[in-house]
């Protein structure tokens, strides 16, 4: 549901916007109304309206002042529609100028001003759509990086994409959060996540933040962002702020913060210093998961902590973890089981330290989630059920490790024989299947499939000669059609079930397509 809030100095016009159209129906919800501008400015501050729809002349501050300071301090600014008599066009000219989406003339036409809603209503989507759908793109893009950077990938071209996809000035100190989600299901992820973190860090900027894979979000953050606190400062916060909200809310059972240290080298050694240390703490905070929020900066310096971290390095020879780690990215199933096998066989001579044993479990079990999220492979509940397994200390590590290893395997080389032709059929079939999740994404895809979004955007084009968004809706109406059709469903429970959360954007949606409101359709033919 679009918010909207109105603005006039006449109470009469004031009580005719409310009446003269059915605003829940053309998908608004009315949040504020005030009489004036200045009485409009902390409102809409502190509604964040998708739009205002707002007199020109008030007295005090008049609709061209009031939209000029909204544009000068509210982020997303909303869509103006202005008000305005006949004799007053060339202020509405200027407020167009200004950034106005239209303006509607006195006395209001109910016709008109529910034109107007669904315009501007349809802009407003149609922005969504393609923020989002870039936004997708660079978080991606973001990932594939990360994981480029800490796979030990240098260059100036990448160092180059460093600094524009993670909008990090030259010279700058960088610091990481590893947010840690333990789902109760396993969703894609939601924008709701992303900005329940940002908010937490204090981070306004969207770019910094994507999905790692297998429950985990990286935040890049540096100095020159507006919050750059200490490592104290924002652990205190971040504790705070994860002592309120219920992780079940987001589809959550948990989740955690890794505060990596500070960098001032150049990029991308900056990323994969912070990266690397995240990844000591992830050691530590496996042998001790109460603690939902470390800092690396007030952890290094103890002596636990670093002789649990110079026991993981020692008890286990590099060449036998990188062994694992390239047999579950080979071809070779049997180099897979055989990598597993000396690796178990050489931690069973380590008689002396059950804890050692155990931190180089929980590390090799970090090295294989970190190669699937890598390749695009989600393997969130085998990799938990390898982990529950470490920290109970039962007898099925070895065999739960082989499982996650074959998993990962198989689903690297998945597609590996499949020609493009079959692949794209099963891209389609797939969407078809989950049109109506709300969590479906290009993103989602991608992963499952082990494919760019760049070329999943494509295939959906060539197969279907719509865009990803537009193919989603028809299929979601569709379903629609045949529910009116052979059920009782009411509208609303329709809405749910094919996968819309916006009742207004759904009943659009469906006239735009079909031609008729879903309660004509359903009428007709129910």
């Known amino acids: ?27 608004y919800e009315i949040v504020g109304e005030a009489s004036d501008g200045l009485s409009a400015f902390p409102i809409i501050c502190e509604k964040h309206p998708d739009l205002v729809i707002c007199d020109i002349r008030m007295p005090g501050l008049n609709g061209l002042e009031l939209l000029e300071k909204i544009r000068k301090t509210v982020s997303p600014v909303p869509k103006f529609l202005m008000l305005s008599g006949y004799s007053e066009f060339s202020y509405a000219r200027k407020a167009m100028q200004l950034g106005a989406v239209g303006y509607l003339t006195k006395p209001l036409d109910s016709e008109e001003l529910s034109s107007e809603l669904s315009r501007v209503a349809e802009i407003i989507e149609n922005e969504r759509r393609i923020n989002e759908e870039n936004l997708e793109f660079i978080r991606y893009t973001a990932n594939q990086l990360y994981n480029e950077i800490t796979s030990g990938k240098r260059g100036e071209k990448l160092k180059r994409k460093a600094h524009f996809i993670f909008d990090i000035p030259q010279r700058a100190k960088v610091r990481m959060i590893r947010f840690i989600t333990i789902p109760n299901i396993h969703p894609a992820p939601d924008s709701k996540i992303y900005d329940f973190f940002l908010n937490i860090a204090g981070v306004k900027n969207e770019n910094c933040i994507f999905y790692n894979g297998n429950g985990n979000y990286i935040l890049v953050m540096h100095d020159g962002m507006d919050f750059f606190p200490d490592y104290t400062e924002l652990a205190g916060r971040i504790k705070e702020i994860f002592s309120h909200p219920n992780p079940w809310v987001f589809g959550l059972h948990s989740f955690s913060a890794l505060i990596s240290g500070v960098s001032y080298d150049e990029m991308p050694e900056s990323i994969d210093i912070c990266s690397r240390q995240i990844e000591q703490l992830y050691t530590y905070y496996l042998l001790q998961p109460e603690n939902n929020v470390l800092c690396y900066e007030e952890l290094h310096k103890k002596p636990v902590f670093s002789e649990r971290i110079a026991k993981m390095e020692s008890v286990i020879p590099e060449r036998l973890f990188d062994k694992v780690i390239n047999a579950v990215k080979g071809n070779d199933y049997q180099q897979v089981v055989g990598a597993v096998e000396n690796f178990f066989d050489e931690l069973g001579k380590n008689a002396d330290s059950t804890l050692s044993n155990t931190i ?112 989603i809706n028809f299929l979601r109406i569709e379903h629609a059609k045949t529910l009116f059709a052979g059920t009782d469903m009411k509208i609303t429970a329709v809405c749910e079930e094919v996968g819309y959360s916006d009742y207004g954007y759904f009943i659009r949606k469906f006239k735009e397509l079909t031609g008729v409101l879903p309660s004509d359709y359903k009428k007709k033919y129910s």
């Open 1 to 27: 549901m679009l918010k909207a809030v109105i603005v006039d100095d006449e109470p009469s016009v004031l009580e005719g916007l409310k009446i003269f159209v059915d605003w829940q129906k053309e998908g």
């Open 360 to 471: 180089c479990l929980y590390r090799l079990a970090g090295m294989i989630g970190k190669t699937a999220s890598a390749c695009g492979v989600e393997a969130g509940s085998i990799l938990l059920d390898f982990i529950d397994a470490i920290g109970n200390g039962n007898g099925k590590c070895k065999e739960l490790a082989l499982s996650l290893c074959t998993y990962v395997f198989e689903q690297i080389n998945r597609n590996a024989g499949k020609s493009l032709v079959l692949l794209e059929n099963e891209i389609i079939d797939f969407i078809k299947a989950n049109c109506c999740t709300k969590n479906i994404s290009i993103q989602s895809i991608s992963e499952k499939f082990s494919i760019s979004p760049m070329i999943v955007s494509r295939i959906i084009k060539k197969k279907t000669g719509r865009k990803f968004n537009d193919y």
